[in-house]
């Protein structure tokens, strides 16, 4: 365990970020000052490796977090491949220095000096985010996406911390939760007026629901939200056991253009050990059918540094990869997530070990350049594994608008469903309002007139 001093509470999150990445998996203590008696109180039971004292009265939060680094980073031999970006989107910065009329060089500069971000991810988020000013120049400033989410799965996978609730005990509140959705659908479509610029429907695993309530659902969102000039409708189809013939009809014949089949690794003793309840053959089969159903855009996600995967098993997933030819491949680290089966229940995963993601990172870019796919989006969370981050890939032209209009905050994302977070944007880049709506379902279907309120006035 290591305890971390803090004067005060300014910082706290940062500097807990900037230390776990340099110790991913020792327990962190802080203790502030106006706290140190009730410390004593406290029963710290593991052992403290050392004591960090931060000096939190710089008021300069970029200067204390480089003094930072160079400390762990004298203490360890380590270096973070992105210095001492925490909790800010890499794009971010080299996005607004582009929008300014500042040069790459400058850029990379910046990036290096003020951030210490190593030069390969500092030329990756430039390049990223060129990618995704293109993109954005594409879609109207006075435009709005629909988001719409469906919290069921047919099992639960060991690093996911989503809402999501079990097909099998929820299979009697799906035409009723597809009901409560549509009502809510109904009143945005009536008050916005004006169709969106995409619609993206997420989860969970959209198609877990039964096909009659699917059905209902897609045909009801076509009526409603389709016209000829919709840049992209994503449906996730993430579990590959959660689709057949009927239901990728159902998709695409209402207009869907976007959809996922999320293999996460092409290994069957890791989709075993992480409770994906499939085959490798079912991702075969599930991608045949959707390429036979006519979709050409198909996204795969992968994830790096899953249970007891070293490059060696992750080159194995990629050449399979390779074998798909994916449109989309988004490539992420293992983030270790609080409410995460692998994180409440550890004890059953700790003979599994967790290798550094940056050689695996870069076995995918490799596969990327070999399928012509294109980074187009980028982001990070905490504690990702090998502090490295997540990309999307694409083939040119057919890049995820809505990955990148979330991601940036270009415009407002009205949302329904279960756990749906509206966010309404008025200026690019600046997020003004969530409304989110309740997240279990029972609860959503009771008080839809409720969540139906909670938007009146936006
Ligand atoms: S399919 Fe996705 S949402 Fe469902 S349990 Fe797995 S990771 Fe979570």
């Excluded at 300014?100 to 500092?122: M, N, P, Q, T, W």
């Excluded at 988004?330 to 270790?336: D, Q």
């Excluded at 309002?433 to 008080?447: G, T, W």
Aim: glycine share 6%.
């Amino acid at each position: 365990m290591i305890k971390i001093h803090l004067k005060d509470d300014r910082f706290e999150a940062d500097v807990r970020a900037m230390v776990q990445a340099f110790y991913p998996k020792t327990l962190l203590y802080v203790v502030k000052d106006k706290t140190c008696l009730e410390e004593q109180k406290l029963k710290v039971t593991e052992p403290v490796d050392f004591t960090l004292d931060v000096d939190t009265a710089l008021d300069d939060k970029n200067e204390l977090k480089r003094n930072l680094y160079r400390d762990l980073s004298l203490r360890t031999g380590k270096k973070l491949p992105w210095g001492t970006l925490t909790g800010i989107r890499p794009t971010k910065i080299p996005m607004k220095l582009i929008n300014e009329g500042i040069s790459d060089d400058e850029i990379l500069r910046h990036l290096s000096e003020k951030y210490l971000v190593r030069r390969d991810k500092a030329e990756l988020s430039v390049n990223i985010a060129h990618a995704e000013h293109e993109i954005l120049g594409q879609v109207g400033k006075d435009t709005y996406s629909l988001y719409i989410h469906i919290p069921f799965c047919r099992t639960r996978c060991a690093y996911c911390s989503f809402t999501s609730f079990p097909v099998k005990a929820y299979e009697d509140m799906m035409i009723p939760y597809v009901e409560a959705v549509i009502k809510e659908l109904t009143y945005i479509a009536d008050k916005k007026g004006r169709k969106p610029a995409t619609i993206y429907i997420g989860g969970g695993t959209p198609t877990a629901l039964s096909k009659d309530a699917l059905r209902k659902l897609i045909n009801k969102v076509a009526e409603l939200f389709y016209h000829d000039n919709l840049l992209e409708w994503t449906v996730e189809a993430g579990r590959p056991d959660s689709i057949d013939e009927e239901k990728l009809h159902i998709l695409k014949s209402a207009g869907v253009s976007r959809i996922s089949i999320n293999p996460q690794t092409m290994n069957q003793a890791t989709l075993d050990i992480i409770g994906r309840n499939h085959s490798v053959d079912d991702i075969y089969h599930a991608y045949d059918m959707a390429v036979n159903a006519g979709f050409t855009n198909i996204n795969t996600d992968l994830i790096m540094g899953l249970p007891n995967e070293g490059i060696s098993e992750v080159k194995h997933t990629l050449s399979c990869i390779e074998r798909l030819e994916p449109a989309n491949l988004t490539v992420h680290s293992l983030a270790r997530k609080h409410n995460a089966d692998m994180t409440i229940n550890d004890r059953a995963y700790e003979d599994y070990a967790l290798n550094d993601t940056e050689e695996m990172m870069a076995a995918s870019m490799e596969t990327a350049k070999k399928l012509n796919l294109k980074p187009y989006y980028l982001y990070r969370q905490r504690a990702m594994s090998g502090n490295q981050e997540n990309i999307g890939f694409a083939k040119s032209g057919y890049e995820g608008y809505y990955n990148i209009l979330i991601m940036e905050e270009y415009h407002s994302i009205i949302s329904a469903g279960a756990g749906a977070i509206t966010k309404i944007v008025d200026v690019p880049g600046h997020l003004n309002k969530r409304i989110e709506n309740v997240k279990d379902v029972n609860d959503y279907i009771k008080r839809i007139d409720e969540m139906i309120e909670r938007k009146e006035g936006i």
